[in-house]
Structures are given as C-alpha cells and as structure tokens.
C-alpha cells in the first residue's frame, strides 16, 4: 500500500493532468500527497545585455512559484481529506527531484508525460526517463491533454495489462501493479509475446519444396505449438498465484514478430486503462523501457503506463 506519493509539477496546466489521478490514489491509500516544483536560478541571464538583478528577479520568480504550488495545495484540500503539501527544491531538475523523493520516502511518483518549461518534453526528454532509471520506484506516467484538468473526477483504472517475459526480473512489476489495481478494484491480464518461427502463411503446397524443406517447416510449426503452450502454462502458474488472492485475472498469449505490436493491440482490443511494465526483461521484451518495445509503448498508448526500475544486481 502507498503511504507517500509525489507528483513533479512545472507551473503548467500539462503538468497539473496528473493531480486527478495523484489525489484520487492518496485518498483511497489514505497516503501523503506532496507537489513538487524545481526552481532553476536566474544565474548567468542577461536581459538587453544588461546583468539581470538577480538579487531582484530570482525572488520574485520563488515567490511565484510558491504562490502557485499554494494555490494548487488549497485546490486539491478543498476535494477531499488526504494530507496535501508542497515543496520548491533547487538545482538541476533531475538532481532536485531525486533528493527530494529519497527526502520525502515516497514509494510512488505520478507525473505527466511531457510539459513545458523545467519539465519539457519529460518523457520524449529526460526527466521521466531520468527518473525511472534512478529512483527505484514506480513511476506512473499520465498522458496530458491540450485542455486544462477537471480536478473533481476521480480517474479509476479498471483493466491493468501485465506484459510478462517469463523472467523473475520482468515479473517485479507485479506487485506495484496489483498494489495499484487493488485500491482502484481493478482486473488484470497478462500477457505474453511470443514471436512467429513460420514467417507469413506459408503452405508448402504452393511451391515446390522437397521433403526435407517440408519436414522442416513441420518441426518449426511443432515448436511453435509447444512454445504457446509453454506460455501458457507459464501465464496460469502467474495467474494462480494472484487469483488465490481473490484478484481476477485472466492471461492471454500473443504471437507477433513485433512485442510493441502486439501489447499496444491489446490495450485497443480489450480497453485496457494501465499497462505496467518492468524497465526491462528479456526474451520477447528485450530491454523494456530503456529500448525499443516500452519507447514505442510509451509513443503509442493513450492510456496510463506503469513502469519500475529493477533493483541493480
């Protein structure tokens, strides 16, 4: 269960689309909710080739700042009862926030995908990924729109998809992602990617083949059954352990030449609101998150996106 949750904020209405999401998981986890904004100091600007008064600017920018983090505290205290503060820190927007999330021992962050200003382009830039790399918790990323947030609603995932790799190192998603799901009542599918070993939909009786080439694609479409039933079998054994917690779940098995593919068809197909992917895994999901597979998710998806650094090691 969440106790402290952060949510980085830029001072735009990009940023703020995660509050709704933010607030409504810290009133159902009765935990802390803290906004954070860096402030990155007016040093070295010049306005008309003139030394800017930084002993008059830089105040006049915090005291902005905070007056704008204290208005979004009084927004969100006025909907509900969770325990809501705020925090200006300094310095690199990457370093500031990393300090801040070991100060404040959160154990989720929830920020938008992009925004402007300090936090540009955070997902397609650097901070998000920064994070994720560094903090070891999960951070849940939230697609903003163009229109500013309606603060009232409280959104409620209620289809998480799991992709799985059959490695232990992907499967340490689940637990943040069932912690998630659990207090929004949520349920789950997990999926797993197997790639195609026939290519098409080859029919050796439309080319002349010989019998070893024949023997051949009939060992290849042999393995491929097999590798199915293997993941299967593997999904079930997942699958079991969660339901006999009372979560429902179901499990399905995916054969495409593209995991990316196949995951964000899922997510259309079966209106899926979350996935929640572990930074990376192997087999169908190489290097998830930090490679190609989770990039074009992230890219691709309209919905929430769970992700988590593995512990080193």
Do not use: C
């Not at 607030?23 to 007016?42: D, M, N, S, T, W």
């Not at 700042?65 to 325990?83: F, I, K, N, P, T």
């Amino acid at each position: 269960m969440y106790r402290s949750i952060l949510v980085p904020l830029d001072g735009s209405t990009f940023g703020e689309h995660a509050l709704p999401l933010a607030a409504g998981i810290a009133r159902r986890a009765k935990a802390a909710l803290e906004f954070v904004q860096v402030h990155v100091p007016l040093a070295g600007m010049y306005v008309d080739r003139i030394p800017a008064l930084e002993n008059t600017l830089d105040p006049m920018l915090r005291q902005q700042e905070r007056a704008y983090l204290d208005a979004v505290v009084r927004r969100l205290s006025d909907l509900g009862d969770a325990s809501v503060t705020a925090a200006l820190v300094e310095g690199p927007v990457l370093d500031a926030l990393q300090e801040r999330v070991k100060a404040s021992g959160a154990d989720l962050i929830v920020m938008t995908t992009h925004g402007r200003g300090p936090l540009a382009r955070a997902w397609l830039g650097s901070v998000a990924d920064g994070l994720v790399r560094r903090v070891g918790i999960p951070v849940l990323l939230v697609r903003p729109q163009e229109t500013a947030p309606d603060l009232a609603p409280e959104p409620a995932p209620r289809h998480v998809l799991i992709p799985l790799d059959g490695s232990d190192l992907a499967e340490q998603i689940i637990e943040p992602a069932v912690a998630l799901g659990a207090l929004l009542e949520a349920e789950y599918t997990l999926l797993r990617v197997i790639k195609p070993m026939v290519i098409g939909n080859y029919n050796p009786s439309d080319a002349v083949v010989g019998e070893l080439d024949y023997s051949l694609l009939r060992e290849l479409q042999t393995l491929h059954e097999q590798d199915r039933k293997d993941a299967q079998k593997y999904l079930e054994a997942v699958a079991a352990r969660l339901r006999q917690r009372s979560l429902r779940v179901r499990t399905r098995v995916a054969v495409n030449a593209q995991p990316a593919v196949a995951i964000l068809d899922e997510v259309k197909a079966n209106r899926i609101d979350l996935v929640a992917l572990e930074t990376h895994g192997r087999s169908g999901l190489p290097r998830l998150f930090l490679g190609s597979v989770a990039d074009k998710v992230l890219r691709g998806a309209t919905v929430l996106v769970l992700v988590q650094r593995p512990p080193a090691g």
